[in-house]
């Protein structure tokens, strides 16, 4: 094998054996075990519309009990749409999947979605059998609907396995129906005490009703019987206490029993209240591995968590994972009931008062870049001033664009500080990330890189990838909840890099190897160059598709070849057909190994990297693909973000790029200053072009890298502006030495 290609090589199984290394190291969840011997009776109490904000132990005694004795989180209930409606719940856990209801056929407007009751026929004789009415609806709408949702699977699952179980109320038939709409044993409410006293049954699962919030109502035409009661929102959550009270006070003893809120209360979708108590749920906190967030489980995890105390195997097809604890016996949680009521109400409330300010935020951010690139132009491309007050203008415009570089991640950071606790949340955060940006941009130009041409450059993208790296190897804390971060009751990805993460991740790597490969180049030190180059890409990607930390798949595709890329340019290899294919072939090699690991760990355990593997087996890959697909184009048609993408580039092509009327543009005076600037751009534009292509929401990638990239960039070429203008200026004349010499009119001393 000639040696360049044999180079390419030996890069890219490096980079394998490091991600490989890492793809069994993921978090390993605590179990709370089914005790050995005859399981245990199960008990799942389903509601809808509770959250933690309503309990108090005056106005509903039964569900704060279960913050004093139980494991006690939040549940994140997205399902089709934003708001879900408390059958979208019962049907999350018949299908472990997102489900719903169909649309209302008689709205006008086709996006509005009455909530409406399930309908039960039969079980008149005590826990005789019944058919859902409305099951068709439901079967008619996963069908058409893109998550692969088979409403009927609990069911189907349980008969298999020859489990017995109870359904008590309408809600709790749709989640033990099989997939014909029929369940073997079912009761109504009033035949609760029967059905929880049959010994033979280890199953148990009840609707208690819905709170469905009078002040907060869907859009559309009113919604007749699925409201536990008439009246206030408190009085539904008293009724639905009650009736907790009722079904605790007869379960027996030692069975392990789930509180748990399925469902919104109204249009505004909130995380909802969930409780374990039992054999394996003392008191502390809920965990999921499905989320990774202490305190934070989905509805799409109770499928899972009831096969698991029921001992039976699990379908592959589930996408959660057993809802397990952080217990106070373990130190995992605090002592003390009021902390842990303290943490799961901070999970709502952050939620909800980022989710208000992502859209202004993201509008903001869009119409600052625009004018930043409209200030840049004015400045580049026009005289206003020369000499030392041209010279100023363009320092203000180079530190301009490093405070705006320095906003992405300062939104992060600004999660160290629990903002959303104050009276004014939107005037906390914008203080706290103006106070990060400040400390940033200081250390970005106060360092010892300052008077490099790529040295506040390099500063201000390494801090950024380095953040986001402590953050998704620490438990994802700081996107959680942050306003270009992880968002719970989307509930589309909980730790790891989300795509607008990656974005600034990736991007912050990239740029961050270039300024070092540039100070090594330009000390003539290629090779050393070219190793770094190759060691921050290894690390940035192992890091990026590690299934215990970033969790990515479509990143490491635009990684991989960007930095092998790169780092043969460094050494000045020229890229060949050959080379591409070699490097394209080992990037999917690469994934494929790290995939397959993560499959081959239990189910409880797997990443979406796995189990993207099990639906390629069971043939459902198109399916992802497609709405993968679908979500990119409505987000390339739909976004604000998409507006960036043409404007910075017509900004780079028209501005940096063109010829000023002195001389070459800025960027390439830039260039000319930097042997690596310009490849490392070009590598910079795969990185973002791949990671566009292959990534559902895609569009987000370049859009967000640009808010990183292009301040950098234009502090860069301005950087090579101002001292081009430096060294053009004359020096300043020296002042005429004072003679000692007398002169004739002087008088002498």
Request: aromatic share 6%; with cysteine.
């Amino acid at each position: 094998m000639p040696i360049r290609p044999r180079l390419v090589a030996v890069l890219l199984g490096i980079s394998a054996l490091g991600l490989s290394a890492t793809a069994t190291a993921a978090v390993a969840p605590s179990a709370a075990a089914a005790p050995s011997g005859p399981v245990a009776p199960v008990v799942l109490i389903g509601t809808g519309g509770v959250q933690w904000s309503d309990v108090s132990a005056q106005a509903t005694p039964n569900l704060a009990r279960l913050a004093q004795v139980g494991s006690i989180g939040d549940v994140t209930v997205r399902s089709v749409k934003p708001a879900a409606c408390p059958v979208d719940g019962w049907l999350a856990v018949s299908s472990g999947r997102r489900a719903a209801d169909e649309r209302d056929p008689k709205a006008k407007d086709p996006a509005v979605r009455v909530c409406r009751p399930v309908e039960v026929s039969g079980g008149v004789a005590p826990l005789g059998s019944a058919t859902v009415t409305t099951w068709p609806r439901y079967v008619t709408e996963a069908d058409g609907e893109k998550f692969d949702a088979t409403p009927g699977l609990l069911g189907d699952t349980l008969a298999t396995a020859d489990v017995c179980a109870t359904a008590v109320g309408p809600g709790a038939a749709a989640a033990l129906a099989r997939r014909d709409g029929t369940v073997a044993r079912y009761s109504p409410l009033t035949g609760l005490g029967g059905a929880l006293s049959s010994s033979d049954c280890p199953l148990t699962v009840v609707d208690v009703g819905a709170v469905r919030d009078p002040g907060d109502p869907l859009p559309g035409p009113a919604e007749q019987g699925v409201a536990i009661t008439d009246g206030s929102r408190a009085e539904q959550v008293k009724a639905v206490d009650d009736a907790v009270g009722q079904v605790l006070a007869a379960v027996p003893d030692g069975a392990r029993v789930l509180v748990l809120s399925l469902a919104d209360a109204g249009a505004t979708p909130h995380l909802q209240l969930g409780a374990a108590t039992g054999p394996g749920y003392g008191p502390g906190w809920l965990w999921t591995s499905s989320t990774r967030q202490v305190a934070l489980v989905q509805a799409t995890d109770v499928t899972p968590t009831l096969l698991h105390l029921l001992d039976v195997p699990e379908p592959n097809t589930l996408v959660g994972s057993p809802i397990t604890n952080r217990s106070v016996a373990s130190g995992q949680a605090p002592a003390s009931a009021a902390d842990r009521l303290e943490k799961v109400s901070d999970l709502d409330q952050a939620a909800q008062r980022v989710q208000k300010l992502v859209a202004p935020f993201f509008n903001g951010l869009v119409i600052a870049q625009l004018l930043l690139y409209g200030g840049a132009a004015i400045v580049l491309r026009h005289r206003w001033a020369s000499g030392s007050k041209r010279r100023r203008l363009l320092t203000l415009v180079r530190r301009t664009a490093l405070v705006f570089a320095c906003v992405p991640v300062s939104t992060y950071l600004a999660n160290t500080v629990p903002w959303w606790r104050y009276q004014h949340a939107l005037l906390m955060v914008v203080l706290v990330v103006a106070a990060y940006v400040t400390a940033l941009t200081l250390v970005a130009q106060l360092g010892p890189w300052r008077r490099r041409l790529l040295g506040p450059f390099g500063a201000v993208a390494g801090l950024t990838s380095l953040v986001l790296a402590a953050d998704i190897v620490t438990g994802s804390r700081l996107q959680t909840s942050s306003l270009m971060g992880l968002q719970p009751v989307v509930a589309g990805r909980f730790y790891g890099f989300s795509n607008v993460a990656f974005a600034l991740f990736g991007t912050g790597a990239m740029l961050f190897a270039i300024a070092v490969a540039d100070h090594f180049v330009q000390s003539g030190r290629r090779k050393v160059a070219a190793a770094a180059v190759a060691l921050i890409g290894v690390i940035a990607t192992a890091l990026d598709v590690s299934p215990a930390w970033g969790s990515d798949f479509g990143g490491p595709l635009g990684m991989v070849p960007a930095f092998a890329v790169l780092t043969l340019l460094v050494l000045g290899i020229r890229l060949t057909w050959r080379k591409v294919i070699l490097i394209g072939v080992g990037t999917v090699a690469m994934l494929t190994v790290v995939s397959v690991l993560d499959w081959l760990r239990p189910t409880d355990s797997q990443t979406h990297l796995g189990r993207f593997v099990q639906t390629v087996i069971d043939g459902g890959a198109w399916q992802v693909i497609s709405r993968k697909g679908e979500q990119n184009l409505s987000i390339l048609f739909g976004s604000v973000l998409s507006i960036l993408v043409p404007f910075a580039a017509l900004f780079v092509v028209l501005v940096l790029m063109r010829p000023s009327s002195v001389g070459a543009g800025a960027l390439q005076r830039a260039y000319d200053r930097s042997p690596t600037l310009r490849q490392g751009l070009g590598c910079l534009l795969l990185l973002l072009g791949i990671g566009f292509a292959v990534n559902d929401s895609g569009t987000a990638i370049p859009a967000v890298g640009f808010t990183l990239a292009i301040p950098l960039i234009i502090a860069a070429s301005v950087q090579a502006l101002e001292d081009d203008e430096r060294r053009a200026s004359p020096a300043p004349a020296a002042a005429p030495a004072r003679s000692t010499e007398p002169s004739p009119g002087d008088s002498p001393a």
